[in-house]
Structure formats: C-alpha cells, structure tokens
C-alpha cells in the first residue's frame, strides 16, 4: 500500500556529499519512523539513521557527524544528507518506513559508491 521512491545516490569521491531522498506514498495510515539503512551484497544490512515524526533521530556510530537525517512531514519524505563521504559508505542504500499497525515498508535501493 505504501510506496517508496528514493532519488540521490551516485558516485562521489572521498570527502564529498550527497543528499538521498525517499518520498512516501500511498498509505492510508500514519508513518511513524523513517529511516536509512545500507547493505552490501553478502553482508548484513545496517541501520545509518531514524527520525521519528518528533524530531528524534538515530544514527550509527560510523555515520555521526557526517551524515543528518531530517523529514518533512508534509510532503512524507525523509532526506540524509551525507557529507565527508568515505569508501566504506559504499553501498546500497534503503529508505524504511514504520508505519500506524506496525506495517513497515522498504524501498527498492539506491547505490551509492565513493571512489577515486
């Protein structure tokens, strides 16, 4: 029922900045938490941020200082903007949604690569 579009990924060399974008819609009931998480193919996926409809947010260890997620409730998008960008950062990136009756969503993935 909910669907989610993400916009933003790219390659970038070291020390540089994204922004990722995931727009939800379609949902009849209210979205919770939104967040960011990454995988690369073989290993587990990881958490990189939340933001609850407060404000409240959540990040990795790894990603603190470096990366900001925000939300704008109106349009029911969450962003991450990603800054001094590493190598390790390079994954897939997945938008994530919690949902009103604990239904929770995924989007498809964007990549993101940081290389030289």
């Known amino acids: 029922q909910v669907q989610l579009v993400e916009s933003g990924g790219g390659l970038v060399q070291p020390g540089g900045s994204l922004r990722l974008s995931c727009a939800a819609s379609?949902?009849?009931?209210?979205?919770?938490?939104m967040g960011w998480y990454r995988q690369t193919p073989g290993k587990q996926r990881e958490l990189v941020a939340t933001?609850?409809?407060?404000?409240?947010?959540t990040y990795a260890d790894s990603v603190k200082g470096r990366f900001a997620i925000s939300r704008d409730n109106a349009k029911n998008t969450a962003y991450l903007q990603m800054n001094s960008l590493k190598p390790e950062d390079t994954d897939v990136y997945y938008c994530?949604?919690?949902?009103?009756?604990?239904?929770?969503?995924w989007g498809r993935g964007t990549q993101v690569t940081v290389s030289s």
């Open positions: 994530n949604v919690r949902a009103q009756h604990q239904y929770t969503y």
């Open positions: 379609g949902s009849a009931f209210s979205i919770y938490i």
């Open positions: 933001i609850t409809t407060g404000g409240v947010t």
